[in-house]
């Protein structure tokens, strides 16, 4: 009787550390699979954001831009280094700093927004430019605005 005791103790061991193993390879499966949907969409997004046709710039709570996208080298005319780092009002008319600087601030408490302002491109030529702002908000937290 014994040694079927212990026989079965072992073999309850057996299944229980079987069940952990599958419980650990679930979790693992499930933590793969976040992981892959998270590049994935990080890959979408991505692909949304360096092709689309209107010109991105991801500003800091600063207003310096952080990022840009190829469209925002064509309207602006200025390379991506040149840009990044540089205040965003530095792109703006001096008549249209008043209007950024208002509309930035709401972006800075969670508010989208949709204005005009003017801006110099490189070569000088002035145009104007319709934008929308959008709080980039990450764990309860803005982090920067686009």
């Known amino acids: 009787m014994e040694i079927l005791r212990s026989q079965f103790m072992t073999n309850e061991n057996i299944v229980i550390f079987v069940l952990l ?32 046709s209107f010109a991105i710039f991801t500003l800091d709570l600063n207003g310096n831009i952080i990022d840009t996208n190829p469209a925002a080298e064509e309207l602006t005319g200025y390379k991506k280094g040149e840009l990044v780092k ?34 110099i491109r490189k070569n000088g030529i002035e145009q104007t430019l319709f934008i929308k702002t959008i709080p980039i908000i990450k764990r309860k937290k803005q982090m920067a605005s686009f």
Do not use: C, W
Not at 89 to 98: A, M, P, R
């Open 86 to 119: 540089r205040p965003f009002s530095n792109l703006l008319t001096s008549k249209s700093l008043t209007i950024q600087t208002l509309q930035f601030n709401d972006s800075l408490i969670g508010k989208s927004n949709e204005y005009s302002v003017s801006s």
């Open 21 to 52: 193993a599958g419980v650990l390879f679930y979790i693992k499966i499930l933590f793969l699979t976040k992981l892959l949907f998270q590049k994935r969409k990080n890959m979408e997004y991505k692909s949304l954001y360096f092709n689309h």
